[in-house]
């Protein structure tokens, strides 16, 4: 195999980062299945789907995929969205999800959006 590139960067004096590339799309981390394909990019930090305890549901559903287009009409971003049980994970799935993204991705750094619910709860 192949050995991997130096992709650090030096953001300032004695700060920098192993791997400039983070995904905040959290349809490329909506399941394991997803965080497998992350794994060989390595990126530095992946933020998974939102939890809520209100509204959240196992993350399974259909989705509606809209591009955006920039003032110059070419697509300038993509995003999807679907029902709330299926945007928001409920505590269970997002612990699940989480074991697996620190299992598969054990150096990147994991961020979640947490509504209605405190990182206690995640833990617990």
Sequence with gaps: MAEKPNLQVEILP????RNPLMIASSHLTANTNALR???RVRPSAI???STSSI???TGEGERFYARVLGIDGEVSG???DGKKTTEFLN????RSLLKSARELLPETTIGLGLQSISRAEIRA
Excluded: C, N, R
């Design 91 to 94: 505590v269970e799935a997002t």
């Design 47 to 49: 933020t998974l789907k």
């Design 55 to 57: 509204v959240g549901g």
């Design 37 to 39: 394909q992350l794994a």
């Design 78 to 80: 993509i995003y999807t």
């Design 14 to 17: 004695s700060f920098a980062i």
